[in-house]
């Protein structure tokens, strides 16, 4: 089972952009990278999924190297309201997600 | 957007009553999982079901704790006597397809039970 490394915390401030970076080491060939964002007393919620290279949506860029040992979840422009945990998943085909610590993001004005 | 319902939001019980929490899943969902929190700490998962039985499970999820889907559209998570270990917000999820290539869970707002 591919595990994930990612910083405990971090701050930023409104306006900034936010980079979290998670390590996976073992992540086998098959595996996709998935980022959630978890809110106090709120499920996670899916932000973005990527296999390689960079995936952009609506709300986050994940920068994948080409040896897919590590990715970066890019926020641009964090507001307040993206205080959160974030969560970086390895999905090891046929296992269940497991969640890790997450890093826990906080947003300062 | 389709969203999994969870209910109740909160949930008292006293340790040894049995509690059931409830779940609809996203219709079109074939996947169900149940996962929970204890507050401060982690999402820890308990069980993935598909096509009526267990696909797998977590060693929380012990004998205490049973899943079954008695409809076509409920998925629901039993614990027979609760323990205070077992106050923690539980999380129902559910997927399209297997776990595998680029699938993704979609969670509910949770049910957070409180053992006294």
């Known amino acids: 089972l591919a595990k994930?490394?990612?910083?405990?915390?971090?701050?930023?401030y409104e306006g900034q952009e936010v980079n979290i970076t998670?390590?996976?080491?073992?992540?086998a060939t098959n595996?996709?990278?998935t980022w959630y964002q978890?809110?106090?007393?709120?499920?996670?919620?899916?932000?973005?999924?990527?296999?390689?290279?960079?995936?952009?949506?609506?709300v986050a860029s994940l920068f994948i190297p080409a040896d897919r040992k590590s990715s970066t979840l890019s926020l641009p422009r964090v507001s307040l309201s993206d205080t959160a945990v974030y969560y970086c998943l390895v999905d090891n085909y046929g296992q269940n997600f497991v969640f890790g610590p997450g890093t826990r993001l906080s947003v300062l004005p | 957007e389709p969203e999994v319902t969870q209910t109740p939001s909160h949930q008292v019980t006293q340790m040894g009553q049995e509690v059931i929490l409830r779940c609809v899943p996203i219709s079109n969902h074939l996947y169900f999982y149940w996962y929970r929190q204890i507050l401060g700490q982690k999402v820890e998962f308990l069980v993935s079901f598909y096509n009526n039985e267990i696909s797998e499970k977590s060693e929380i999820f012990d004998d205490q704790f049973s899943v079954e889907r008695p409809d076509g559209s409920n998925f629901t998570l039993k614990i027979r006597s609760t323990k205070l270990e077992d106050s923690a917000m539980y999380f129902c999820a559910s997927s399209e397809a297997g776990l595998g290539l680029d699938e993704k869970l979609f969670f509910g707002s949770?049910?957070?039970?409180?053992?006294l």
């Open chain 1, 22 to 27: 998670c390590s996976h080491n073992n992540i």
């Open chain 2, 110 to 115: 949770g049910t957070q039970l409180s053992v």
């Open chain 1, 38 to 58: 978890q809110f106090p007393s709120q499920g996670p919620r899916f932000i973005i999924q990527g296999y390689k290279t960079k995936v952009t949506n609506e």
């Open chain 1, 31 to 33: 595996d996709y990278i």
């Open chain 1, 4 to 12: 994930t490394t990612q910083p405990i915390s971090m701050d930023s």
